[in-house]
């Protein structure tokens, strides 16, 4: 069983930065990042497999966020220059299966066999 240990989340202002941290009990193949926004349902924001570089974005954070893998099961969220759509609850989520990450099937959450209890982000204009 994955365990998975968000950490990172805070509150900020429009424009500013905040970096995500997942901790991982054992290495996964694909590691992502979602969100969920009070009353809507849970998006995709961004996916690794490996340790890149075949990452995935949304347009709506493309060139703004960045995934990230380090050699100790560690996965990070780069947030720069957030909106306040932004907000929401950010979950890290794995796949131990070793599937490849496709284009059109990354965002999907019944891809991801693991979960974490998410972080909290919340930016205000």
């Known amino acids: 069983q994955v365990r998975l240990v968000e950490s990172g989340g805070d509150s900020v202002q429009a424009g500013g930065s905040l970096t995500l941290s997942c901790a991982a009990s054992?290495?996964?193949?694909?590691m992502a990042w979602f969100r969920q926004a009070a009353g809507k349902e849970r998006e995709a924001v961004a996916a690794i497999w490996g340790r890149g570089p075949n990452t995935h974005y949304p347009d709506s954070v493309k060139d703004r966020f960045t995934i990230s893998r380090d050699n100790k099961n560690m996965a990070y969220l780069q947030m720069n220059n957030l909106k306040p759509d932004d907000t929401g609850m950010y979950f890290c989520?794995?796949?131990?299966?070793?599937?490849?990450?496709?284009?059109?099937?990354?965002?999907?959450?019944?891809?991801?066999?693991?979960w974490g209890q998410g972080t909290q982000v919340t930016v205000s204009s």
């Open positions: 989520a794995a796949d131990d299966r070793f599937q490849p990450l496709l284009r059109d099937s990354w965002f999907d959450t019944s891809r991801y066999t693991h």
């Open positions: 054992q290495y996964t193949a694909t």
